[in-house]
């Protein structure tokens, strides 16, 4: 007898934008009237761009280095640990104590974010990716969480991903008006991947200087320890969220042919953008 193959999952398609299928309809329009607390901390990225590392930072952040009290005050407070815009997510972080900042991450589009924190409430940690890792990336985790069958073969995945109706949109549509818009505002932070990994303990001080969360040289220390790459690695999930941790994956992937396609359509998206002198590809 052989096995049934594994079904497909499928996407949910909300007024033409398509989401994971754990998205309900009506979460997206829940997530824009989310009342937003002043201390409440988003981790905001496009999938795949460091988003579990960088809750990890805050995290930690907020407990100085204390590992046990991070696993103690967040473990069971995460709400399920994933995107708040996940089935119920939103309902159980509004049922949170006042007494701690929540610490939420989520990969929703600017126009889907919560309408506060466009205003000016809050605070975010945005992360970005070159593109042509997180497509590497992107594409392992697909594969892992089996949505739609174009997303099972690299080239097949490939073409989806330059297209405006990918999953949580492309690349660029969702970046660019972020960056933008939203670079200059006091409760936004934005920070690279690859930044990331070149001055780790750097941005840990530049997370704790925006979260007004100063800490001694010692805790950021084991900040740091408590968020590298082999520790992250370690921590069981349900999903292979960490596969690589690396810059420059992408030649793994790429033909030279998708390279070059890929760098026009990205030269003619990102002329005269000031993300642009951010995005690195290799270190």
Known sequence: MTDKPKPFFGVNVINGFKWPPLVRDTNPEQIANFKVREDDVFVLTYPKAGT???????????????????????????????????????????????????????????????????????KVVFVNRNPKDIAVSYWHFLLETHFLEEYQEWDSFFEAYLKTDMMYGTWFDYNLPYYEQHRNKKNFL????????????????????????????????????????????????????????????????????????????????????????RIIFET
């Open 190 to 277: 934005f920070l690279t991947y690859e930044e990331m990994k070149l001055d780790h303990k750097g941005c840990v001080v530049r997370i704790c200087d925006f979260l007004s969360r100063p800490l001694s040289e010692e805790q950021v220390d084991k900040v740091v320890e408590n968020t590298t790459f082999s520790t992250m690695k370690a921590t069981k999930k349900k999903f292979n969220v960490t596969r690589k941790g690396v810059v420059g994956d992408w030649k793994t992937r790429f033909t030279v042919a998708q390279n070059e396609r890929f760098d026009a359509i990205y030269n003619q998206r990102m002329e005269g953008s000031a993300l642009a002198k």
């Open 52 to 122: 579990h590392w960088a809750q990890e930072l805050v995290r930690n952040i907020l407990c100085k280095g204390n590992k046990d009290k991070v696993k103690e005050d967040y473990a069971n407070s995460s709400a399920g640990g994933g995107p708040i815009e996940f089935f119920d997510t939103c309902e159980k972080f509004d049922s949170f104590s006042t007494e701690k900042p929540r610490v939420m991450m989520t990969h929703a589009p600017v126009d889907v974010l919560p309408k506060q924190i466009l205003e000016g409430k809050g």
